[in-house]
């Protein structure tokens, strides 16, 4: 093949779509980014010039702002959009949203409840493609997750870290992160919201410590960081067993107590928004040991390493 033809061949976009797509190196890259753009340590503003559509199906805080002021203190142009304002709203596809799209910004990042939605997004767009949540994964929240556990308590790998809840989309991004990041994950569930098994023997057979059970207490023992999420996600709004999980996931609430088992120094995450006096109590999310605030802080952070390393910048 003449070296004319091979710079025909377009080089494929760095999509952020899951953390099992990534290799450790890569991630502990982007990592590495994002705490250094939290010490004021990227220089000048790299993302002059481009422009980042960040595309939300449905609602967010600090996903939406986060990404928003991050692309501006880098020198970027975000472009806010909903699906209600988009053809993709009323049935465009989204392979030829990807393709159109492409045309005009450098990169896109989408949050959806349908994560068929962006595996088409990113396989027919020419662009980096990022995943800002899906119903079975939250990658940048890992990556924020990763950053506050280490600026709190340093290195992650070889770490016991306990979830307590519902296996749902962050706890399967969760998951991937163990692999990727070389934790001990325990994971307590009741059995009907458990992460689904493929995944849990993909990270196994990575070499992953993934130990599923249905007891919290068991799951936080000597952990250093305890981590929950809500009870009803996003994508699980819709299907009307919001009561049952209630009933189901009271025994997981991170209170005192629970926190009183683990590790005397663990740290408690929670992605936030948090349903007080549901899977967390106040005491402990307002108390000493919550880290809540800084992992919410992180994400703008994090995501800058996300971005620099899609767009090829770093
Ligand atoms: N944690 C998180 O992604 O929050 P938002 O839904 O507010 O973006
Ligand atoms: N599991 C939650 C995370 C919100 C950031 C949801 O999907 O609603």
Redesign the pocket.
């Known amino acids: 093949m003449s070296a004319a033809l091979k710079t025909e061949v377009p080089a494929k976009p760095r999509h952020f779509l899951e953390l099992m797509d990534l290799d450790a190196a890569s991630l502990r890259h982007m990592l590495e980014l994002g705490k250094r753009a939290k010490r004021g340590e990227i220089p000048g503003k790299p993302l002059a010039g481009k422009t980042v559509a960040l595309i939300f199906e449905i609602?967010?805080?600090?996903?939406?702002?986060?990404f928003e002021v991050g692309i501006r203190q880098l020198g970027g142009e975000p472009l806010i959009l909903t699906t209600r304002d988009m053809q993709l709203g009323r049935g465009e596809s989204p392979a030829d949203t990807a393709r159109v799209m492409s045309r005009y910004v450098d990169a896109m990042m989408l949050?959806t409840t349908d994560v068929a939605k962006i595996r088409e997004l990113a396989e027919y767009s020419t662009v980096p493609v990022i995943n800002?949540?899906t119903n079975v994964s939250?990658p940048?929240?890992l990556m924020a997750d990763m950053q506050t556990f280490e600026e709190h308590r340093g290195p992650i790998a070889g770490q016991v870290v306990a979830w307590t809840g519902d296996g749902n989309n962050?706890a399967q991004s969760f998951i991937q992160a163990a692999a990727r990041f070389n934790f001990t994950l325990r994971i307590a569930t009741p059995d009907s919201l458990t992460p689904p098994a493929h995944l849990v023997e993909w990270a196994r057979g990575q070499g992953a410590k993934i130990e599923l059970m249905n007891d919290p207490i068991a799951a936080v023992r000597g952990a250093r960081c305890v981590v929950t999420d809500t009870w009803v996600s996003?994508n699980d709004e819709a299907d009307g067993a919001k009561l049952n999980r209630h009933n189901l996931l009271m025994p997981y609430q991170v209170n005192a107590a629970l926190v009183k088992q683990a590790a005397p120094d663990a740290i408690v995450m929670h992605?936030?928004?948090a349903h007080r006096g549901e899977e967390i109590t106040d005491e402990v999310m307002d108390g000493p040991q919550s880290v809540v605030f800084d992992e919410?802080e992180n994400?703008l952070h994090a995501q800058k390493g996300v971005l620099l390393w899609a767009l090829g910048l770093a």
């Open positions: 609602p967010s805080t600090r996903t939406r702002v986060s949050r800002g949540l939250h940048c929240q962050v996003m992605c936030l928004p919410a994400r």
